[in-house]
């Protein structure tokens, strides 16, 4: 029988090499910037377009190669930065594998110029598919340029797998955005379509993320600094308040380099722990300095993932770290014992005309109570309780609306006989012709928690997510009014400014002229600003302009990898920026209209976001309750 076992061409080796190293444009933005990092170079320019398909282009005024190396660094496993196997435990570069410039070179056409300081005149080669195109002297200036053409181009394929322009893009930005982070001592800039998105002179680090992520972050950063026998930490952590509903501004680097670790965020994310709303993610760019014999940087191709001796030391060492720097910069409250008036600024006190104290619903009466049930009963008791129990009376009501005690006193109140999703449930809700509603001669319905609505049905009631339900409601209605064009714009007296950071003046500048079609009015200003001439109608609800922007933007990154179209992505992003927000309140009619406009929606059963609108519960299941 014939040997089947045969030595892979070089070609095909590094086209698998390259499966793994370049993913994406962006890997290769990553091993280029990375490499120039590494040649010493003091200005680093990255050049793009078409979000990387066309062109990749790196300038560095680094250290340059020779001609030798300049062949050689588009060999397989070929480094300058290791020599034995004990060098990969003492790692202080960013490259080391020696694979990225040959799986690059295997998919696409590379051209490389290079000159050292030394040489009178440069190198240029030219690599196609893994094969030496020219070799050529040539005049060029100190450093490198390496021009990446064409990617994938001979591998279809992986080409046709790759995302659209804005969303390539912006993972370029992320790539970029960490390097410059991690170096702010480099001049750094960014063109993309010959459009200058960075220009970051060498800056403090505090400078660096305020150039990247906007003027507004500023006042936002709280400082870290920590030493420690094992490890010294370093960077910002920022303030509860301005905390995100997306991820993309938590970055930890070890010793420079740029690492994903859910261990080392959960550590952070417990230091804010009662300081952060749900679902929320505070900014943090921190830097860990360690020895690197106490570090395995070689997990994984990519050089994103990091290994500890010791996680658990590393872990208890960050979380007081951070804790210790908001609690120094006075971010996380403090209780004054010893000043009455400290405690009550941390505390305010609600005071209507009538308070919970004064008046309690009849419920809560003794039995001897002979008062009528619809009627309060008055709260007597010596003045030196009254002011000693203060706080406890008034925490232990937090959170109660005065309206749903009073409800609550005469009993349950009975919920409007609604439509659900079977026949047998709509047998019994019959539509009012004149109000159009399904809650003709039934009672109110009712809100529990100012987040939930109870509505009876024949076979027993249902509760409907106050949320879940009108983000139905206006997903279907941006849908419909994105083909009709159709949408009342409230014009701004006096227009207003505003400007975002790079990341979000793209995803703007894409999703801009489906906006202006949903009611929005607003121009392009230069410079990452936008005037804004007008806003949707149903979208002024006392919010800044800013705000909202800022706010759909979020919305939009989270739906940005999803496999739909542009205009379903925006109707996602609006519908959850614009929809009332659990714990609302809504009166009576509020809760009418919604349950209305529901169950008159062609998928009232779901979200556009996957969760349930509303649950049935049946009479049958509440009696095997008892």
């Known amino acids: 029988m014939a040997d089947v076992i045969q030595l892979l061409p070089d070609s095909i080796a590094n086209q698998i090499a390259a499966g793994e190293v370049v993913q994406r444009p962006s890997s290769a933005v990553k091993e280029l910037l990375e490499n120039a990092v590494d040649s010493g170079a003091s200005r680093i320019q990255l050049i793009v377009k078409e979000a990387g398909k066309v062109l990749i282009q790196v300038i560095d005024n680094g250290c340059g190669m020779s001609e030798t190396d300049a062949r050689m660094c588009f060999e397989r496993h070929a480094t300058s930065k290791i020599r034995k196997a004990d060098d990969l435990f003492l790692i202080k570069t960013m490259g080391f594998r020696g694979e990225a410039l040959a799986s690059i070179a295997a998919v696409a056409q590379v051209e490389l110029k290079t000159r050292r300081a030394i040489d009178e005149v440069g190198i240029r080669v030219v690599v196609e598919a893994s094969e030496v195109k020219s070799q050529e002297a040539e005049q060029c200036p100190q450093g490198t340029s390496i021009q990446v053409k064409n990617l994938f181009y001979n591998v279809p394929a992986r080409r046709n797998f790759l995302k659209s322009n804005p969303i390539e893009m912006k993972h370029i930005i992320e790539d970029f955005q960490r390097l410059a982070l991690a170096n702010p001592d ?37 400082p870290v600094s920590e030493e420690t026998d094992a490890v010294v930490f370093s960077g910002f952590v920022g303030k509860p308040e301005f905390a995100k509903k997306t991820r993309g501004e938590q970055l930890f680097f070890v010793n420079r380099r740029f690492v994903k670790s859910s261990y080392l965020q959960h550590a952070v994310m417990t230091s804010y722990e009662d300081l952060l709303p749900k679902d929320t993610y505070p900014l943090y760019v921190i830097f860990l300095e360690i020895d690197p014999s106490r570090i395995d940087v070689n997990v994984h191709p990519t050089k994103t993932e990091i290994k500890f001796d010791d996680e658990r030391l590393i872990y208890n060492y960050l979380k007081v770290a951070v804790r210790h720097s908001l609690g120094q910069y006075s971010v996380t409250p403090t209780l004054d014992f010893e000043q009455d008036t400290g405690l009550s600024r941390s505390m305010p006190v609600h005071t209507p005309s009538t308070t919970y104290l004064e008046t309690i619903p009849s419920n809560f009466a003794r039995r001897d109570d002979k008062s009528d049930s619809s009627s309060s009963v008055q709260f007597s008791r010596p003045d030196t309780l009254r002011s000693s129990n203060l706080r406890n009376w008034q925490k232990l009501f937090e959170g109660f609306d005065k309206e749903e005690l009073e409800t609550n006193s005469g009993g349950v109140p009975s919920a409007t006989n609604l439509p659900a999703e079977s ?76 400007s975002l950071s790079v990341a979000d003046a793209e995803i703007l500048k894409e999703i801009l002229p489906n906006l202006n079609k949903m009611g929005f009015d607003i121009t392009e200003f230069g410079q990452n600003s936008f005037v804004i001439h007008g806003m949707p109608a149903e979208m002024k609800q006392g919010a800044s302009e800013q705000l909202v922007i800022e706010n759909l933007i979020e919305q939009y990154k989270q739906n940005i990898n999803l496999s739909i179209d542009l205009k379903e992505k925006i109707a996602r992003a609006m519908s959850r920026s614009s929809a009332a927000k659990k714990g609302k309140t809504l009166d009576v009619l509020e809760m009418r209209s919604l349950i209305d406009q529901l169950f008159a929606c062609n998928i009232p059963f779901q979200s556009p976001f996957g969760t349930k609108c509303f649950i049935t519960y049946q009479l049958e299941d509440l009696e095997k309750l008892f």
């Open 423 to 498: 026949a047998e449930q709509l047998s019994s809700g019959k539509l009012d012709d004149q109000s159009n509603s399904f809650s003709k001669v039934h009672k109110d319905p009712y809100q529990i928690h100012n987040r939930y609505i109870v509505s009876q049905i024949k076979s027993g009631f249902i509760l409907i997510d106050q949320q879940a339900a009108h983000e139905r409601i206006l997903y279907e209605k941006y849908i419909q009014l994105f083909d009709e064009s159709n949408v009342s714009t409230q014009t701004e007296l006096f227009p207003k400014s505003i």
């Open 186 to 222: 480099i001049h750094f800039s960014l063109h993309h379509n010959d459009a200058e998105l960075y220009h970051l002179p060498a800056a403090n680090l505090k400078q660096r993320i305020i150039g990247i992520f906007g003027a507004g972050f500023s006042k936002n950063l709280v």
